[in-house]
């Protein structure tokens, strides 16, 4: 009983220290019901790495790393959808979308990724907070 108690607190000490004390000033400074523009002005790359650990479930972002369950996502950033890993099996969806990983697509593609290419084989229920997109957005123009 007490060992499931000290794992609870753990798992909580370890949840507080992923979050983000600057989020809500962050937001507030980007104005109300900001855009996606405004939300990139305050975006924070160290927040976006650190939300990409979710995503690191199934890509990985460094240059040459493996393709897992999904792509690699080195390099997205303004690359052709569906198109970034040769060797990689996209879906046909995807494959035939007709886009670029530019900041709006990948905005929306991390709230719904359905929404944006049905059919897609990305299953993923997506990031509901869009500063927390922007942060991830930031982070992945990084890694070029």
Excluded at 72 to 96: E, T, V
Excluded at 101 to 107: E, G, I, N
Excluded at 127 to 142: E, F, G, H, M, N
Aim: net charge positive; charged share 20%; with cysteine.
């Amino acid at each position: 009983m007490m060992r499931s108690g000290l794992t609870a607190l753990s798992v909580l000490a370890l949840l507080a220290g992923c979050s983000d004390p600057k989020h809500e000033q962050r937001l507030r400074a980007a104005g109300p019901n900001p855009t996606l523009d405004a939300l990139l002005k305050v975006a924070d790359v160290g927040a976006g790495e650190r939300r990409f650990g979710q995503c690191m479930a199934c890509h990985t972002v460094v240059a040459g790393g493996p393709d897992m369950a999904g792509p690699n996502l080195h390099a997205i950033y303004g690359k052709p959808m569906g198109r970034n890993r040769p060797g990689y099996g996209y879906s046909a969806a995807l494959r035939d979308a007709k886009g670029t990983w530019d900041a709006p697509t990948l905005d929306a593609w991390m709230q719904r990724p359905q929404k944006v290419v049905p059919g897609t084989a990305m299953m993923f229920s997506g990031v509901s907070d869009p500063l927390d997109r922007a942060d991830i957005i930031a982070y992945l123009r990084t890694r070029r």
